[in-house]
């Protein structure tokens, strides 16, 4: 296989991987119990215990949003004892970040673009 070639496989390998990546912290953060998490690891790590308290369900429920967010990497978790502690993993929130930034960039180009077709036919011929 050339090197082009190479190159082009490891650009779609990559790309999958960007894609399926950005689609489970898209996923993660679809819930608002989720969300809550990660805005409160923000500030620091935090046990189980302590993250569980403000919300109306059982903890083996609650446990289940942690998965969620530990599966796709947002956050991670350390037992010492019998606490749990979870932390948040800020790198993973990159992907995010990038995919919106691009976004920006596109309808920032398509906005341009428009506004300078209207400036130019609103130009009087003379």
């Known amino acids: 296989m050339s090197s082009r070639a ?3 496989r490891y650009i779609v390998i990559y790309m999958a991987n960007y894609t399926v990546s950005l689609d489970s912290v898209f996923r993660a953060l679809s819930d608002p119990t989720r969300r809550a998490v990660v805005q409160r690891l923000v500030a620091e790590p935090t046990s189980v215990k302590t993250l ?3 919300f109306d ?3 083996p ?3 289940k949003h942690l998965a969620v967010l530990e ?4 956050i991670a978790s350390t037992k010492s004892g019998r606490v749990r502690t979870c932390r948040l993993q800020p790198r993973r929130l990159a992907v995010v970040d990038d995919w919106v930034q691009a976004q920006l960039r596109d ?4 906005m341009q673009r428009l506004a300078d ?3 130019s036919t609103e130009r009087p011929n003379t």
């Not at 599966?71 to 947002?74: A, I, Q, R, S, V």
């Not at 309808?107 to 398509?110: F, L, P, S």
């Open 52 to 54: 569980a308290e403000p």
């Open 71 to 74: 599966d796709c990497g947002l």
């Open 117 to 119: 077709h209207v400036e």
């Open 107 to 110: 309808w920032e180009g398509v």
């Open 6 to 8: 190479m190159s082009a």
């Open 57 to 59: 369900m059982a903890l």
């Open 61 to 63: 429920s609650f446990m």
